[in-house]
């Protein structure tokens, strides 16, 4: 295993690990995503029939609507949202998202995590001390 850390500012607090979902595009809350599963139903998006659910979810910014906040409110009550949230570029969006959903939630990482973590990476996020580990298999 090949351990990597980075830096990052801390949105909501926690500490969280689990499995890396990586996104490339954009991620939508309301109308986007089904919130007792967590499953992406935006049509052609590239996450599209994937569950968020129990993952590290890792994109580069929030898109769509202030019902964001909402959505992610209600997967949180379904128990279908995010282990924790690293987000590239943060906004009201997904700040409000995070904490409705009171998931760990970091952005401003030192480098860039599209490019270092991938699909299926065990990652720890620890916003309480800014710190993100990725475990990935050599």
């Given at each position: 295993?090949?351990?990597?850390?980075m830096?990052?500012?801390?949105?909501?607090?926690?500490?969280?690990?689990?499995?890396?979902?990586?996104c490339?595009?954009?991620v939508g809350g309301?109308g986007?995503?089904?919130?007792?599963t967590?499953?992406?139903?935006?049509?052609?998006?590239e996450?599209?029939?994937?569950s968020?659910?129990?993952k590290v979810l890792?994109?580069p910014y929030?898109?769509g609507s202030?019902?964001?906040?909402k959505a992610f409110?209600?997967?949180?009550?379904?128990?279908?949202?995010?282990?924790?949230m690293i987000?590239?570029?943060?906004d009201?969006?997904?700040?409000?998202?995070?904490?409705?959903?009171?998931?760990?939630?970091?952005?401003d990482?030192?480098?860039d995590?599209?490019?270092?973590i991938?699909?299926?990476?065990?990652v720890?996020?620890?916003?309480?001390e800014?710190?993100?580990?990725?475990?990935?298999?050599?």
């Amino acid at each position: 295993m090949k351990k990597i850390s980075m830096k990052c500012r801390c949105v909501y607090q926690g500490h969280k690990g689990a499995f890396a979902l990586v996104c490339h595009e954009g991620v939508g809350g309301w109308g986007s995503v089904e919130e007792s599963t967590g499953i992406i139903t935006e049509r052609g998006h590239e996450l599209q029939g994937i569950s968020v659910k129990d993952k590290v979810l890792v994109f580069p910014y929030a898109k769509g609507s202030c019902g964001w906040a909402k959505a992610f409110q209600n997967m949180a009550h379904f128990h279908a949202n995010p282990a924790a949230m690293i987000v590239v570029a943060i906004d009201n969006r997904s700040a409000l998202g995070a904490v409705t959903m009171r998931t760990p939630t970091v952005t401003d990482v030192e480098g860039d995590p599209l490019t270092v973590i991938e699909t299926g990476d065990w990652v720890d996020v620890n916003a309480d001390e800014g710190l993100i580990t990725i475990m990935k298999q050599e």
